[in-house]
């Protein structure tokens, strides 16, 4: 597959992309190592072992046994002792999962295992499915994003020396972007508890930029809302299928690409 290279001003030839980039699209084996990705994420929550297990509840049902509750007209739940007077008891149910404050039936338990494995080869399978298919104009534009005509194209390697979020908003503007810039300057209030979790916020995740080696374009980059920018060998599925769903509007530079085939990276 041969493509365009863009520079900040024209067009600087074409490119054939590497052998990674001719991966068949395989959407199932993308969902299951985002999944398995986002569940290595999960930090393990459970309750305390002995929740609800705290207070002496135990009550006697044999006649006429102290601290019983045979013959008094009421269940045979669990109780707390709260006073008493002699024999007589102001006593509340408790312990039992049915009761106020008793413990629950089947907790979440925090010595669960979150994390799953992945094959080596299944997921390197999946970066360069993801790959092929961040090439592929139809697939991306089912994404939603707004793309040029001339999709799919590479960025000249001179972008990398960009140092400020201005001059690298208006290179996305002069290569034709521009739709797709204020599309993703969209946000939503989440509906539910979430907004009072420190996520009230649903942004939209546009476009990712891909560089050779750490440089002043990440930072750049990273500063307009929904841009994302990171260095080739630090590639992951997730980032390349956010949301499980393959077809993410990716540039990559000329010299990522050359780093991609010189060493042989996700074969």
Not at 5 to 12: D, P, R, S, T, V
Not at 219 to 230: D, K, S
Request: overall charge positive.
């Amino acid at each position: 597959m041969e493509v365009i290279i863009k520079g900040k001003e024209k067009e600087m030839g074409k490119k054939k992309l590497p052998a990674q980039f001719d991966e068949i699209i395989r959407p199932d084996i993308i969902k299951k190592v985002v999944v398995a990705q986002l569940a290595n994420k999960r930090q393990p929550y459970g309750a305390k072992p002995e929740a609800g297990k705290r207070p002496s509840a135990k009550v006697s049902r044999r006649r006429r046994d102290y601290r019983g509750s045979y013959g008094h007209g009421i269940s045979r739940v669990p109780r707390k002792v709260v006073s008493r007077s002699g024999t007589r008891f102001n006593w509340i149910g408790a312990f039992a999962p049915g009761t106020v404050g008793g413990r629950r039936a089947h907790p979440p338990k925090a010595e669960k295992i979150w994390s799953q494995k992945i094959n080596i080869k299944e997921k390197r399978k999946a970066i360069r499915s993801a790959m092929a298919a961040a090439m592929n104009k139809d697939l991306v534009e089912k994404k939603g994003h707004l793309i040029p005509d001339k999709y799919p194209f590479i960025i000249a390697t001179d972008i990398e020396t960009i140092k400020t979020a201005k001059e690298a908003r208006q290179f996305l503007i002069t290569i034709g972007l521009e739709k797709e810039l204020g599309r993703i300057q969209e946000k939503s209030i989440r509906a539910g508890v979430g907004k009072m979790r420190g996520r009230k916020y649903k942004k939209v995740r546009g476009i990712l930029i891909v560089v050779s080696q750490k440089c002043d374009a990440l930072r750049a980059f990273r500063n307009i809302p929904g841009v994302e920018a990171r260095v080739v060998n630090t590639l992951s599925v997730e980032v390349l299928a956010p949301g499980t769903t393959p077809g993410r509007l990716t540039l990559f530079t000329e010299e990522s690409i050359n780093r991609v085939e010189k060493e042989k990276l996700f074969i």
